[in-house]
């Protein structure tokens, strides 16, 4: 059975391609530590042997978990395809370029045509992450009970449906996988009846623009994770950020302002710290800008190495800074660096000109996923593309705020149970970050943002994606002109496109195609 081309960077294969090697040809093969720091070279073949062994563990994983689900396994596997159509182009490092169209205003004095952007969206590796995780926790008994009880805590008090009240998490503590997902599914399938007995966040909120937020930086063109954001880029008359009540969109006023990832794959790192600063804004009081750069380095320098892997788990990498007690730095600590210059060599397997127009006078930058000071060159191994780097964090000053636990959601056995669990998320006032597939209806929205579901437009690959979502609104809230939701309803999402893609930098997407391209989801549930 086919299911279409599945994409593992070259660099993946260098444990295998050695394996493959004759002990009599490996005796005449070049050392590829030759001229290099012993542990630097072994730990980068470390790193890619893991990366390699990580990514076919976790398919096998999930061909495992799907054997006797033929429809599961066709659907999961369809996603993970390579991202396909004439507006998409390789990167070379697992992610891909895809150009969109923007609603961004013409240069001052400039007669100009529509406007287009190009972004990154991710490959198989990210992709496989979050199914991964998915097919665990639709398999584990402890986190659907944790997630239970969580749902639990929040219900309003006495709620039942015709007098059946849901089990208290107490009586199934040794409940088996069963027992436990009927709990679940009672509570997710009430979520209608749920939602208009829930209060709003207690913290009022801050009254702080763009330029107001804690720890922002100014505006700035070429770094900043602002660059192409416009005060002409003005809500939609007929898009839900502008015309939902406040009482239908409760996180509103807590939000912070819409960023900019540039041409880099970092939007985990985008969705991750805007789902953080809403809870900072929600239980503080405070909107402020923290720095995506700095939660990078960390990820892909110390959590989780990958110095020439962008490609990011958005939950890995926020429970890389739970587990690391990591305090979020602010943005003018570290700007970002969109790198709008940079290109990346297939046969070294390393970017370049990662840090043009970056000043001299940040904490660092380098030819690397994380951009951490220090350098990285690469060589070509038996035709294989071999980075090295010696990178070092740059220990610039943190905040007083980090998180302290996240709240898995998504099951990849069941994406209408995961969808239920999503709106709740968001009504118990949780941040939620959601990972899925960009499809064409999604690249192209109209300046309204709605996305609506279409069965032919979710077989289209775009590539993977991560984004915050922040509200919910049904077809009988939405305003005059808008489509209706092929299931009922959107979730109200907030992009790193900037705020000139879509309406002001947020989409709304049916239900249902959040079932169709989905493959995870997860809240930010607690902060200190």
Not at 90 to 104: H, L, S
Request: with cysteine; net charge negative; aromatic share 12%.
């Amino acid at each position: 059975m086919r299911f279409g081309k599945l994409n593992i960077h070259p660099s993946h294969f260098l444990v295998m391609a050695l394996a493959l090697t004759t002990p009599a040809l490996a005796q005449h093969a070049p050392n590829p530590c030759t001229g290099l720091p012993a542990a630097v070279c072994s730990q980068v073949l470390r790193q890619n042997q893991g990366f390699a062994n990580q990514d076919l563990m976790r398919l096998h994983y999930i061909l495992d978990f799907t054997k006797d689900k033929p429809g599961l396994r066709d659907h999961l596997l369809g996603l993970l395809k390579d991202p396909q159509g004439d507006d998409v182009m390789p990167v070379g490092d697992g992610n891909f370029f895809v150009t969109v169209p923007t609603n961004a205003p013409c240069p001052p004095g400039i007669q100009c045509g529509p406007q287009h952007q190009t972004i990154v969206t991710h490959g198989m590796s990210t992709k496989l992450s979050g199914m991964f995780r998915g097919a665990v926790f639709a398999g584990d008994r402890n986190l659907q009970l944790m997630l239970y009880g969580q749902a639990y805590s929040h219900l309003p008090p006495g709620f039942n449906i015709n007098g059946v009240y849901p089990p208290n998490p107490a009586s199934l503590t040794f409940a088996d996988l069963t027992t436990i997902g009927e709990a679940l599914a009672f509570i997710g399938n009430a979520w209608q009846f749920i939602l208009p007995n829930l209060p709003p966040p207690n913290t009022p909120p801050s009254t702080a623009d763009c330029n107001g937020e804690a720890g922002t930086t100014p505006q700035h063109q070429l770094y900043g994770d602002r660059t192409q954001n416009s005060t002409s880029c003005t809500p939609s008359s007929s898009g839900l950020y502008g015309t939902l009540p406040d009482d239908k969109f409760p996180l509103r006023k807590y939000l912070t302002c819409v960023k900019e990832q540039g041409a880099r794959g970092t939007c985990h790192a985008f969705a991750d710290t805007s789902a953080f600063e809403l809870m900072i804004s929600m239980n503080h009081g405070v909107k402020a800008n923290f720095s995506e750069q700095d939660l990078m380095e960390h990820y892909r320098t110390l959590w989780t190495p990958g110095y020439e892997h962008e490609s990011g788990d958005a939950f890995e990498e926020l429970t890389g800074a739970i587990n690391n007690n990591y305090f979020f730095a602010y943005e003018y600590r570290w700007d970002y660096n969109p790198s709008y210059g940079r290109g990346f060599n297939d046969t070294t397997g390393v970017y370049f000109n990662s840090c043009q127009n970056f000043p001299n006078t940040e904490p660092g930058c380098s030819d690397s996923a994380p951009q951490a000071p220090g350098i990285c060159v690469g060589i070509n191994f038996l035709g294989i593309p071999l980075p090295l780097c010696s990178l070092h964090d740059a220990g610039i000053p943190e905040s007083k705020y980090r998180p302290t636990l996240l709240t898995r959601f998504w099951n990849s056995n069941d994406t209408e149970l995961s969808k239920e669990y999503m709106i709740l998320s968001v009504a118990f006032n949780n941040a939620v970050v959601l990972g899925f597939n960009v499809t064409p209806a999604f690249e192209n929205v109209a300046s309204n943002g709605y996305v609506v579901y279409n069965a032919d437009d979710v077989t289209i690959n775009k590539g993977g994606h991560y984004v915050h979502v922040v509200g919910i609104a049904g077809n009988d809230e939405l305003p005059d002109g808008a489509p209706q939701a092929h299931s009922g309803g959107y979730f109200i999402v907030k992009n790193s496109w900037s705020n000139c893609f879509a309406d002001s930098g947020y989409l709304y997407l049916d239900f249902d195609y959040v079932k169709a391209v989905g493959w995870d989801g997860f809240s930010v549930s607690s902060v200190n």
